[in-house]
């Protein structure tokens, strides 16, 4: 009906992935088959009692009406406090800006930077967001390919050679999804001089930067020159089990985050005072449900990756954060597309397409290993026998048999 009505910005705009095989999975459970959920990428622990409570007196208190659009003071001087202790970052609560989730800062800031014919450099395996509101506001994406022989490091030296007079925004993600790799100091080194002698501002997306398996490496806004030309993402989702409070925020320049909460305005008027309410119990209150979450999920990054490197046609570099597995999966005749659909359809486990994260992820598997060690166990076991059964017959993906 409304294929010639559409606006052209529309066409590049393109949904996520895992929210669709979630759906493709719960759509299989309704018929009866057990799923193995390795699509989402949401912790499988609760939220932490102490935030929910704050939540729950927040409600009681009456937070219940709009806020200041740029996110409650408290919550901003959480934020701050946080950022000081977490990332060597000296910020102030007037650069905080607080959203409904961390995608609203990858838009806005875009939004508020880009136009069009405007480069913007981004890693690719990557967080698809990032093409995707790209080329909505008329953008052009430059991809920087993660590879598998470097551990899916950034490649510095691509990264800097396609950097042109065009650019205007530089995207790091560090700990990777979906790749779990993470930038090094010397990485964010050469990144940093480039940023700063060609006037460039950087997204860092930092959402996983607690969920780290050994050293972590230093936020790039702690380097000489980097603190008013990058925009940091951070938020509640994965670090404090929030996923479905919806609450994220963004630390950049003050002009900026003027712009920014101009747009909230617009799109949302402000983030619910309750949550946010309940954000500042998470940052200001024990930490120590965040310490054992990581440790959880280190022994289940042993083992899932140990067993994966044990299938024929597999192989898997063991992520240094986030809590992802990317294996590449190889058998003949079939893309990496056609054996995720056959593991959902015939062997009952929902994982996604490396490609769904951009062309570079063509021939991987992103398998997030956030649920428990039982079910991690059963997934593994189907998908060993699903392989085994496609190599025998790489016809079955297509039959569905």
Known sequence: MFENTLAERMRP?????????????????????????????????????????????????????????????????AIVEYTRAY???????????????????????ICALVNPGDEVIYPNPGFPTYESVIGYVGGVPVPVVLKDENQFRLGVDELTSKISPRTKLLVLNSPSNPTGSLLEEEDLKVVAAAATRRGITVLSDEVYSRIVFGESTPCIATLPGMKERT????????????????????????????KVTRLIVNAASCTPPFIQSAGIAALKGPQNSVDAMVAEFAQR??????ALNEMPGVSCQSPRG???????VSVDGLTSRDIARFLLNSAGVALLDGAAFGRAGDGYLRISF??????????????????AALRDDPKRAFSGS
């Open 301 to 306: 990054r042993r083992f899932i990756v140990d």
């Open 87 to 109: 990332k060597g970052v000296d910020a102030k609560p007037s650069e905080v800006v607080v959203a409904s989730g961390g995608k609203p800062i990858i838009f806005f800031t």
């Open 322 to 328: 986030a809590f992802y597995a990317y294996p590449r």
């Open 370 to 387: 956030a649920t428990s060690m039982p079910l991690i166990e059963e997934g593994i076991k189907r998908i060993g026998m699903a392989l």
């Open 13 to 77: 705009l393109a949904g996520e992935s895992a929210f669709q095989v979630l759906a493709a999975a719960n759509a299989l459970e309704a018929r009866g088959m057990k799923v193995i959920h390795f699509e989402i990428g949401e912790p499988d622990f609760p939220t932490p009692q102490h935030i929910v409570e704050a939540g729950k007196a927040a409600l009681d208190s009456g937070q219940t009406r709009y806020c200041n659009a740029q996110g409650l003071p408290a919550l901003r001087e």
């Open 231 to 258: 925009v940091i993402l951070d938020g509640f989702s994965k670090t404090y089990c929030m996923t479905g409070w919806r609450l994220g925020y963004g630390i950049m320049h003050e002009e900026l985050a003027e």
